[in-house]
């Protein structure tokens, strides 16, 4: 975990309460001004829900004791939230942006290692520290689910890991990146994301994809609207669960298919191949699971610390649309 990063005792953000929880996973086993602007609101699927598929997780990895937002460093408290992996482990931007930073500590006080900030509008950032290597330019515009960095030690460390932040209303306005994430949707080290409708994007389309498979032909446009939310509604109806639009992780598991390669012309493979696009695979949606793509499934396995083994399961699809 970081021995470092860190933000001033004073700063009254900083005495936001961390997460209660830290959990392991199991390896192997356009943000909008409403984003900016709702709170810290609860789950419950609504028009405006910050649970918009605006954002995703930056990295797979596990909470290490001692890593959350707030926990004492000297005279300091950690300013952001460590997710724990090997050095190489891939990291994403967890929403679209430009990236305002990228140097060692990305710029700002109390922080070491190699870093990239990134600017979502509305005076909202996130951080990332520690990296390995970067993926991303200085100034470039990234999307909600790209590449930028590899994770790594860097800096004043005990091991590899992401260190990562966000910050609201001005670039040091430190917030708990926990709760903040939870807010719209996203399990920060893992998990399955919350989508309400309403939302726009690319995990959108996924959706529509997988639930043309089931039967439901819906136009893969990226709106989850009145229409593709009464579809879902009828498939968890269908599925005995709480019949109120959330895509969610009662939801996906029931909606994602295993998938290998040979299987041809499915929208399945459609949203799998849409999903892989958004981590920055560059794949046609063609529907076909062929070697190209097999080959693009087992590096995105390699590169997030999951089972290599070219078969999209639970835990590729988890880590791809969360």
Same mark, same amino acid.
């Given at each position: 975990?970081?021995?470092?990063?860190?933000?001033?005792?004073?700063?009254?953000?900083?005495?936001?309460?961390?997460?209660?929880?830290?959990?392991?996973?199991?390896?192997?086993?356009?943000?909008?001004?409403?984003?900016?602007?709702?709170?810290?609101?609860?789950?419950?699927?609504?028009?405006?829900?910050?649970?918009?598929?605006?954002?995703?997780?930056?990295?797979?990895?596990?909470?290490?004791?001692?890593?959350?937002?707030?926990?004492?460093?000297?005279?300091?408290?950690?300013?952001?939230?460590?997710?724990?992996?090997?050095?190489?482990?891939?990291?994403?931007?967890?929403?679209?942006?430009?990236?305002?930073?990228?140097?060692?500590?990305?710029?700002?006080?109390?922080?070491?290692?190699?870093?990239?900030?990134?600017?979502?509008?509305?005076?909202?950032?996130?951080?990332?520290?520690?990296?390995?290597?970067?993926?991303?330019?200085?100034?470039?515009?990234?999307?909600?689910?790209?590449?930028?960095?590899?994770?790594?030690?860097?800096?004043?460390?005990?091991?590899?890991?992401?260190?990562?932040?966000?910050?609201?209303?001005?670039?040091?306005?430190?917030?708990?990146?926990?709760?903040?994430?939870?807010?719209?949707?996203?399990?920060?080290?893992?998990?399955?994301?919350?989508?309400?409708?309403?939302?726009?994007?690319?995990?959108?389309?996924?959706?529509?994809?997988?639930?043309?498979?089931?039967?439901?032909?819906?136009?893969?446009?990226?709106?989850?609207?009145?229409?593709?939310?009464? #579809? *879902?509604?009828? @498939? %968890? !109806?269908?599925?005995? &669960? $709480?019949? +109120?639009?959330?895509? =969610?992780?009662?939801? /996906?598991?029931?909606?994602?298919?295993?998938?290998?390669?040979?299987?041809?012309?499915?929208?399945?493979?459609?949203?799998?191949?849409?999903?892989?696009?958004?981590?920055?695979?560059?794949?046609?949606?063609?529907?076909?699971?062929?070697?190209?793509?097999?080959? #693009? *499934?087992?590096? @995105? %396995? !390699?590169?997030?610390? &999951? $089972?290599? +083994?070219?078969?999209? =399961?639970?835990?590729? /699809?988890?880590?791809?649309?969360?």
């Amino acid at each position: 975990m970081c021995e470092s990063c860190t933000a001033p005792v004073s700063d009254p953000r900083a005495c936001e309460p961390s997460s209660p929880w830290s959990r392991r996973l199991l390896f192997g086993a356009g943000l909008g001004a409403a984003v900016a602007l709702t709170g810290l609101g609860g789950t419950t699927a609504h028009a405006a829900s910050a649970m918009n598929a605006s954002w995703c997780n930056p990295a797979l990895g596990y909470f290490p004791s001692g890593g959350h937002f707030g926990a004492p460093r000297g005279g300091s408290t950690h300013a952001g939230q460590d997710v724990t992996n090997s050095t190489g482990t891939a990291v994403y931007a967890a929403a679209a942006g430009t990236v305002v930073g990228r140097s060692w500590g990305g710029g700002l006080t109390g922080r070491t290692g190699e870093a990239i900030v990134i600017s979502h509008g509305n005076n909202v950032y996130t951080y990332y520290g520690h990296l390995s290597a970067y993926r991303v330019a200085l100034n470039a515009r990234v999307s909600a689910g790209q590449r930028i960095a590899d994770m790594g030690a860097t800096g004043n460390v005990t091991g590899p890991h992401l260190h990562f932040e966000t910050h609201t209303g001005r670039l040091g306005g430190i917030t708990n990146p926990v709760p903040f994430m939870r807010s719209r949707g996203v399990d920060l080290g893992g998990g399955w994301p919350s989508v309400d409708p309403e939302a726009r994007g690319v995990t959108v389309s996924v959706i529509q994809h997988l639930m043309t498979q089931r039967g439901t032909s819906l136009v893969t446009d990226g709106y989850y609207g009145p229409t593709s939310v009464n #579809a *879902v509604k009828a @498939f %968890q !109806r269908s599925k005995g &669960l $709480v019949a +109120d639009g959330q895509v =969610g992780p009662k939801t /996906w598991p029931h909606l994602v298919y295993e998938l290998r390669q040979g299987v041809r012309d499915g929208s399945h493979v459609r949203g799998l191949q849409t999903a892989m696009n958004k981590r920055s695979a560059g794949l046609a949606v063609d529907g076909n699971f062929g070697p190209v793509m097999n080959t #693009a *499934v087992r590096e @995105f %396995q !390699r590169v997030n610390r &999951l $089972v290599v +083994d070219g078969e999209a =399961g639970p835990l590729t /699809w988890r880590a791809l649309v969360g």
